[in-house]
């Protein structure tokens, strides 16, 4: 890891803060012994925390602010009245240079507006998109867009295909990572002209920085079939909150089986360990943090409601993109695909001109 990772934390952001944070960082500074944070929140209530854990204190710094954005306040509020609360001065440490990475369990829509409002996009990018990880028996899934898009045209699409590869490649080590579009079918006639067309793009495009894989089900997700799942935000919340519905209506079936009768429960006795594993694998705490990517600097979203491991897990995904350099490999990637996409287009029209004449 490069040893100059700073890591600017919303200490004041999510349903447990500051106490998760600063937990949080306690379970996080033992893999990556060499990361800094910037704590930005309210130093009466940090320091008494920072006093229980001694070593956490060592690798962060606080920044005083008496101002946080509470789970209800609009978008449009905390862009106008939030400029000195903690996520605001956070994220800014990003734009300022003076962190790598920003992580905030607070306020989802917030955050995406003063992160857009703030870092901006990058270039060759339309919108942002909203980023996680799904568990598969081939490791994890990266699924986006989850959410901040509800409607996309194929630009959008082909975008996130290389935002998601990079974050593949950057987090879960996939070299070339393969990317397939969520669709009705496998088969290349089915789907919306949209997806039919981003389809075409991506299987057209040349020394792209991932494999092509092609349409993908809802049932392929978790499959591992691919490493990085595209779709809109519609289409993947959906699919988000439905596999963790199932995962859920699956794990209170199992409880109930097994304290069904005393055989059943002498049966849990027995698979016990089993089914520990299974518990282990299946915990979102272990996928907690999705990502904004598309952004002039790296953002993550924890979940609000998580502990201190969950919340740990957001900051090492954090701190594993910013060590790999994803924002400047995407730069390069789009940067790439603008002047190749340019080329094309001279060549169509050349082709034309040549018709007419």
Do not use: W
């Not at 698979?271 to 915990?283: A, C, T, V």
Request: contains cysteine; hydrophobic residues 40%.
């Amino acid at each position: 890891m490069n040893e100059n990772v700073v890591i600017a934390l919303d200490a004041m952001g999510g349903d447990h803060a500051p106490d998760i944070v600063v937990k949080g960082v306690d379970i996080v500074r033992v893999q990556f012994p060499d990361a800094r944070f910037l704590l930005f929140g309210d130093e009466n209530k940090l320091n008494p925390l920072l006093d229980a854990h001694p070593n956490v204190r060592n690798v962060c710094e606080i920044r005083h602010t008496d101002q946080a954005i509470s789970g209800e306040d609009k978008p449009s509020h905390a862009l106008r009245k939030g400029r000195q609360s903690s996520m605001r001065l956070a994220i800014d440490a990003v734009r300022n240079g003076e962190a790598g990475g920003v992580v905030s369990a607070g306020n989802t829509g917030a955050l995406m507006a003063m992160a857009k409002f703030s870092l901006r996009t990058l270039p060759g990018i339309n919108r942002p998109a909203l980023a996680s990880m799904l568990p598969s028996p081939k490791g994890e899934t990266v699924m986006l867009d989850l959410g901040a898009n509800v409607e996309c045209d194929e630009d959008n699409l082909v975008q996130f295909a290389v935002m998601g590869a990079d974050f593949a490649r950057a987090v879960l080590g996939r070299v070339p990572p393969r990317v397939g579009l969520l669709n009705v079918g496998s088969e290349e006639l089915k789907g919306s002209d949209t997806i039919k067309a981003a389809g075409e793009r991506l299987r057209s495009m040349e020394n792209a920085p991932f494999e092509y894989y092609g349409f993908v089900e809802g049932d392929d997700i978790t499959r591992g079939v691919v490493d990085v799942v595209v779709t809109d935000g519609f289409t993947g919340n959906v699919a988000l909150k439905t596999a963790e519905g199932v995962a859920t209506l699956f794990t209170n079936f199992l409880r109930a089986g097994f304290r069904r009768s005393l055989m059943s429960k002498i049966g849990y006795l027995l698979s016990r360990n089993g089914l520990n594993l299974l518990k282990d694998r299946l915990d979102p705490r272990l996928y907690n943090g999705g990502v904004f990517l598309g952004l002039n600097g790296v953002c993550v979203k924890s979940h609000g409601g998580t502990d201190e491991l969950g919340y740990a897990n957001a900051i090492g995904v954090t701190i594993e993109m910013v060590s790999e350099g994803m924002i400047d490999r995407m730069i390069a990637h789009f940067k790439a695909f603008d002047v190749e996409n340019n080329a094309n287009k001279n060549e169509e029209n050349a082709s034309t001109e040549v018709s007419e004449a």
